[in-house]
């Protein structure tokens, strides 16, 4: 009895033992998938590179397209003033917007890597450069500066060129750049007044019908310009003060029927760039009739006035074109050059 209850034990204790390792083992085996179900979890974590490449995208399309433009050429032509016309008075510390008027007549288009550049003259609180809006060839364009009249009176010009990417000026007809003028202050109707013994030129109304071309004058600047640079001298830096004088002798001349250094009034050269505002004893002044370039030839068949031309001490320049309805020559140049 004693040994068979101790094989019934043996078997009892082992049928438990095996039981229990069952039950532990059907207690055990739900836990594994638990594991699994974390494992998806991580494969959503790349979501987010794929919206930052997306963002990526426009990138390219930021940048414009001068590089293809190696081979084309760029050339303006000045087409009119919008706004604030040559001459036009303005009052002290008036902040006013200056217009002009180009067309693209160049084989580039132009774009924001284009700019207007403040060169010489009057600042007026202009910027620097001013970029200029996409124009393709034979299209015109409007640029516009914001600017602020000086505070003193006078006469005040501001000269502006036109850039290309490469940094290089950019031809307006015959012409190297573009500007603008203005007086301020009350009382001042020219840039400079007239000789007191002005007398107009007999024409059919009896009075003088000048007109100046201030597009003409500015050509001649670029004529002479270019000629230094042909002898290896800096160029002369527009001077509203010459040129001031420069348009009162025109108008002398033409409404008086003369050509000659001398004033109508007896004035000579010095007076009359004193009187504008520029006083120096180095100056000159060179004269002529009939377009800039016959007068570029007259005064290259002349050895004094070539000698003026290309003085390398002088540095400014002012010039002036008026025509004359009814006088002997029509027209009259006349460019005084001066330096410290």
Not at 17 to 30: D, G
Not at 245 to 253: K, V
């Amino acid at each position: 009895m004693i040994g068979a209850g101790s094989v019934i034990g043996k078997f009892c204790r082992l049928t438990g033992f095996l039981l229990a390792l069952a039950l532990l083992a059907a207690c055990a085996a739900p836990a594994m998938p638990t594991v699994t179900a974390t494992l998806p979890a991580p494969s959503a974590t790349p979501a987010p590179t794929a919206t930052l490449t997306a963002t990526a995208a426009p990138t390219p399309t930021v940048y414009t397209s001068p590089t293809p433009q190696a081979n084309c050429t760029d050339l303006a032509l000045f087409v009119e003033d919008v706004t604030i016309p040559d001459n036009t008075s303005l009052e002290k510390g008036q902040t006013f917007t200056k217009t002009w008027k180009l067309r693209n007549v160049g084989t580039c288009t132009w774009n924001s890597t284009y700019h207007l550049v403040l060169i010489g003259g009057e600042n007026m609180s202009s910027p620097q450069t001013t970029p200029l809006a996409e124009t393709l060839p034979g299209n015109t364009i409007d640029i516009s500066v914001t600017l602020i009249a000086p505070t003193r009176d006078g006469a005040f010009s501001s000269i502006y060129e036109l850039r290309s990417p490469n940094g290089l000026y950019i031809p307006v007809g015959q012409m190297t750049s573009i500007w603008l003028k203005v007086l301020v202050g009350t009382g001042i109707t020219v840039p400079v007044a007239l000789p007191s013994q002005y007398v107009p030129a007999k024409t059919a109304g009896g009075v003088c019908k000048s007109s100046e071309n201030a597009g003409a004058a500015a050509e001649i600047i670029g004529l002479i310009n270019a000629a230094r640079a042909e002898a290896q001298l800096p160029a002369l830096s527009f001077n509203g003060a010459l040129s001031a004088a420069a348009l009162a002798h025109s108008l002398d001349m033409g409404c008086n029927n003369f050509l000659d250094h001398r004033g109508s009034d007896g004035s000579w050269i010095g007076d009359r760039i004193a009187a504008a505002g520029y006083v120096t004893y180095n100056y000159t002044e060179i004269i002529a009739i009939g377009s800039p370039r016959d007068a570029m030839q007259q005064w290259r068949n002349s050895p004094g006035h070539w000698n003026a031309i290309l003085d390398p001490t002088i540095s400014d320049i002012g010039a002036a074109y008026v025509a004359v309805a009814g006088s002997i020559h029509g027209s009259y140049i006349t460019v005084d050059l001066a330096g410290p």
